[in-house]
């Protein structure tokens, strides 16, 4: 009819704040807003999954024990348990957890460190797959800036991925670090370190001439004196 407009160029008015709905083969499709995740959609990527997990610890949705829980499950894929669900599935999610941690509490780190040492520990495929994405490099540079309890952890981690594979670029890496030179994160340690005891006062000079054994002798004379 004049006039008139054919549907699929009529535009429909929502209100502010109103979800667009598009139409496709597989039936309405919801398109949500920036920011805002499908709970119908499953994540598959490791590091989406992460990407969630730190945005809800940024804004304080997660207790502790679930950082804790929710980053070993991502690790291992499914249920956590240190007996017999272990190996890390993804190397990726070894990355992912080390800079989520970042922005946790010092316990968190501390129960997230104890408890993945002790998953490289038990098995040879953990510490390959973490050699793999060259975590001793990263763990290197996080010392320096970690405290002193969680320093300690990281470097026991460092022992045992050191003890399974270290690289020369690494080892240089290392020892640039402990030497402090060339910006240096690690405080320098003195090569002759000094002693820590009071220096010993030297011996008083004799009062008295000292005293000489044997028969006197008289002067002038290399023999002795006969009595």
């Not at 590091?47 to 502790?64: P, T």
């Not at 894929?77 to 010092?106: K, S």
Request: hydrophobic share 40%; aromatic share 4%; proline share 11%.
């Amino acid at each position: 009819m004049p006039g008139s407009v054919s549907l699929p160029a009529r535009q429909t008015a929502r209100g502010p704040g109103e979800d667009e709905r598009k139409t496709s083969a597989c039936g309405p499709q919801v398109v949500l807003p920036v920011g805002m995740i499908d709970p119908s959609v499953p994540i598959r990527n490791i590091q989406m999954k992460f990407a969630v997990l730190d945005g809800l610890v940024q804004v304080g949705q997660v207790s502790d024990r679930d950082i804790v829980e929710t980053v070993l499950n991502l690790l291992v894929g499914g249920e956590f348990d240190l007996e017999t669900n272990h190996l890390i599935q993804e190397a990726d999610g070894v990355l992912c957890m080390l800079d989520l941690l970042r922005r946790c509490p010092a316990p968190t780190q501390a129960q997230v460190w104890a408890t993945f040492t002790a998953m490289l520990r038990r098995s040879l495929r953990n510490r390959h797959t973490c050699t793999q994405v060259g975590l001793v490099r990263h763990l290197l540079f996080a010392v320096g800036a970690a405290d002193d309890g969680i320093a300690e952890l990281l470097v026991e981690l460092l022992c045992v991925l050191a003890h399974y594979s270290i690289a020369v670029g690494e080892l240089k890496l290392l020892l640039t670090l402990l030497r402090g030179e060339q910006g240096g994160i690690w405080v320098s340690v003195p090569t002759n370190p000094p002693d820590p005891r009071p220096p010993t006062p030297p011996a008083a000079p004799p009062t008295h001439p000292p005293h000489k054994s044997g028969p006197p002798t008289n002067p002038g004379s290399r023999r002795p004196a006969v009595l």
